[in-house]
Protein backbone atom coordinates (compact mmCIF):
# COMPACT_ATOMS: atom_id res chain seq x y z
CA UNK A 1 0.00 0.00 0.00
CA UNK A 2 1.47 3.49 -0.69
CA UNK A 3 2.15 5.19 2.40
CA UNK A 4 3.77 2.38 3.91
CA UNK A 5 7.41 0.89 4.30
CA UNK A 6 8.21 -2.09 5.93
CA UNK A 7 11.79 -2.45 6.50
CA UNK A 8 13.70 -5.40 8.21
CA UNK A 9 15.74 -4.43 11.41
CA UNK A 10 19.14 -5.75 12.36
CA UNK A 11 19.56 -7.65 15.73
CA UNK A 12 23.15 -8.42 16.84
CA UNK A 13 23.58 -11.28 19.23
CA UNK A 14 25.35 -10.63 22.13
CA UNK A 15 25.40 -13.51 24.78
CA UNK A 16 23.73 -11.62 27.38
CA UNK A 17 20.76 -10.41 25.48
CA UNK A 18 20.54 -9.34 21.84
CA UNK A 19 20.95 -5.45 20.40
CA UNK A 20 17.66 -4.36 18.31
CA UNK A 21 18.71 -1.82 16.21
CA UNK A 22 15.67 0.58 15.52
CA UNK A 23 16.95 3.68 12.89
CA UNK A 24 20.08 6.07 12.42
CA UNK A 25 19.89 9.31 10.65
CA UNK A 26 21.14 7.99 7.63
CA UNK A 27 18.13 5.77 6.88
CA UNK A 28 16.45 7.09 4.05
CA UNK A 29 13.11 7.47 5.91
CA UNK A 30 14.20 9.35 8.72
CA UNK A 31 13.34 13.17 8.14
CA UNK A 32 13.37 15.01 11.78
CA UNK A 33 12.62 14.10 15.43
CA UNK A 34 9.72 15.16 16.65
CA UNK A 35 8.95 12.85 19.53
CA UNK A 36 9.37 9.64 20.86
CA UNK A 37 7.25 7.25 23.26
CA UNK A 38 6.13 3.63 23.66
CA UNK A 39 2.60 2.92 23.62
CA UNK A 40 1.46 -0.42 25.39
CA UNK A 41 -1.79 -2.32 23.95
CA UNK A 42 -3.06 -4.95 26.53
CA UNK A 43 -3.27 -8.94 24.45
CA UNK A 44 -6.56 -8.41 22.43
CA UNK A 45 -7.34 -4.87 22.36
CA UNK A 46 -7.63 -2.55 19.69
CA UNK A 47 -6.47 0.87 19.08
CA UNK A 48 -7.70 3.20 16.43
CA UNK A 49 -9.00 4.45 14.32
CA UNK A 50 -6.01 7.14 13.93
CA UNK A 51 -5.15 9.03 10.66
CA UNK A 52 -2.32 11.76 11.12
CA UNK A 53 -2.14 14.69 8.44
CA UNK A 54 1.24 15.54 9.25
CA UNK A 55 2.97 13.07 11.29
CA UNK A 56 5.21 10.74 9.83
CA UNK A 57 5.66 7.37 12.49
CA UNK A 58 8.71 4.87 12.84
CA UNK A 59 6.53 2.06 14.60
CA UNK A 60 8.66 -0.98 15.89
CA UNK A 61 7.14 -3.38 18.15
CA UNK A 62 9.82 -4.04 20.97
CA UNK A 63 7.73 -6.40 23.13
CA UNK A 64 5.08 -8.88 22.34
CA UNK A 65 3.14 -9.16 19.00
CA UNK A 66 1.05 -6.28 17.48
CA UNK A 67 -0.73 -6.71 14.73
CA UNK A 68 -1.54 -3.52 12.79
CA UNK A 69 -4.00 -2.52 10.11
CA UNK A 70 -4.39 0.51 7.78
CA UNK A 71 -7.09 1.64 5.81
CA UNK A 72 -7.07 4.05 2.36
CA UNK A 73 -10.10 5.93 2.34
CA UNK A 74 -9.63 6.79 -1.02
CA UNK A 75 -8.93 3.06 -2.70
CA UNK A 76 -10.79 1.72 -0.18
CA UNK A 77 -8.12 -1.25 0.35
CA UNK A 78 -6.75 -2.21 3.59
CA UNK A 79 -3.03 -3.25 4.48
CA UNK A 80 -2.21 -5.62 7.37
CA UNK A 81 0.81 -7.13 9.19
CA UNK A 82 2.09 -8.59 12.69
CA UNK A 83 4.84 -7.69 14.00
CA UNK A 84 7.06 -9.16 16.78
CA UNK A 85 10.68 -9.74 17.80
CA UNK A 86 10.34 -13.32 15.97
CA UNK A 87 9.44 -10.67 12.74
CA UNK A 88 11.40 -7.41 13.53
CA UNK A 89 10.65 -4.78 11.62
CA UNK A 90 10.34 -1.07 11.46
CA UNK A 91 6.90 0.42 10.08
CA UNK A 92 6.96 3.77 8.78
CA UNK A 93 3.66 5.07 7.84
CA UNK A 94 2.99 8.40 5.91
CA UNK A 95 0.59 11.09 6.65
CA UNK A 96 -3.38 10.44 5.31
CA UNK A 97 -3.58 6.77 6.13
CA UNK A 98 -5.86 5.08 9.15
CA UNK A 99 -4.12 2.84 11.44
CA UNK A 100 -5.72 0.63 14.02
CA UNK A 101 -3.71 -1.77 16.02
CA UNK A 102 -4.68 -5.08 17.97
CA UNK A 103 -2.24 -6.43 20.97
CA UNK A 104 -1.74 -10.04 20.07
CA UNK A 105 0.25 -11.32 22.80
CA UNK A 106 0.07 -10.90 27.04
CA UNK A 107 2.13 -7.99 27.00
CA UNK A 108 2.78 -5.64 24.03
CA UNK A 109 4.97 -2.65 24.08
CA UNK A 110 5.33 -0.24 20.45
CA UNK A 111 8.08 2.31 20.04
CA UNK A 112 6.90 5.18 18.13
CA UNK A 113 9.57 7.69 16.82
CA UNK A 114 7.76 10.46 14.87
CA UNK A 115 9.08 13.50 12.75
CA UNK A 116 6.90 15.97 15.12
CA UNK A 117 5.56 16.27 18.16
CA UNK A 118 2.18 15.36 18.57
CA UNK A 119 -0.70 18.17 17.60
CA UNK A 120 -4.03 16.57 18.79
CA UNK A 121 -5.47 19.08 15.41
CA UNK A 122 -2.98 17.30 13.13
CA UNK A 123 -5.15 14.13 14.02
CA UNK A 124 -8.28 12.41 13.14
CA UNK A 125 -10.01 9.62 15.16
CA UNK A 126 -12.77 7.20 13.61
CA UNK A 127 -14.41 4.94 15.81
CA UNK A 128 -13.66 1.10 15.45
CA UNK A 129 -17.06 0.28 14.69
CA UNK A 130 -17.12 3.14 11.40
CA UNK A 131 -14.82 0.80 9.43
CA UNK A 132 -16.33 -2.78 8.29
CA UNK A 133 -12.78 -3.93 8.81
CA UNK A 134 -13.09 -8.11 10.27
CA UNK A 135 -10.23 -8.86 12.68
CA UNK A 136 -9.10 -12.42 13.23
CA UNK A 137 -9.68 -14.51 16.16
CA UNK A 138 -6.27 -14.14 18.31
CA UNK A 139 -5.00 -18.00 18.74
Not at 20 to 36: M, N, Q, R, Y
Amino acid sequence: MDGIILTPLKKIYHPKGEILKAITKSDTVFSEFGEAYFSVINQGDIKGWKKHTKMISNLIVVTGEIEFVFHNEITKEFFNTKISQNNYKRLTIKPGLLMAFRGIKKNNILFNLSNIEHDPNETTNIDLNEIDYRWSKII
